[in-house]
Nanobody
Framework: QVRLTESGGGSVQPGGSLRLTCEARGDPHTKNFVGWFRQAPLKAREGVAALWWEDTFYADSVKGRFTITRDGADNKVYLQMDNLQPQDTAMYYC?????????????????WGQGTQVTVSS
């Protein structure tokens, strides 16, 4: 059973940075198939960034600002978020596709964390 735990959310001003961490337990390969998603109130859940082995995927809205990486030693995946803007405010979730090349489609992901809140405001 895969368990995912997010951390690192918080409140920042526009232009600020945060680094989210997704810690995976249960399967040592999980870190190779992880996506980050976000959901703002009254909006659908959307893919932000994902990785599948050495491939990475980014939503157009975050390209050049967000970077997804994984720790080779630990079962952790990070989302570095720079130049945050108010429209980035949302609950952020990490998810695992259990091997499938999920990309940014949340329907392809089987395991989800509980989420961490990111708020960007002045």
């Amino acid at each position: 059973q895969v368990r995912l735990t997010e951390s690192g959310g918080g409140s920042v001003q526009p232009g600020g940075s945060l680094r989210l961490t997704c810690e995976a337990r249960g399967d040592p390969h999980t870190k190779n198939f992880v996506g980050w998603f976000r959901q703002a109130p009254l909006k659908a859940r959307e893919g932000v960034a994902a990785l599948w082995w050495e491939d990475t995927f980014y939503a157009d809205s975050v390209k050049g600002r967000f970077t997804i990486t994984r720790d080779g030693a630990d079962n952790k995946v990070y989302l570095q978020m720079d130049n945050l803007q108010p429209q980035d405010t949302a609950m952020y979730y990490c998810a695992s596709s259990a091997g499938e090349r999920g990309g940014l489609n949340p329907r392809r992901y089987n395991y989800w964390g509980q989420g961490t809140q990111v708020t960007v405001s002045s």
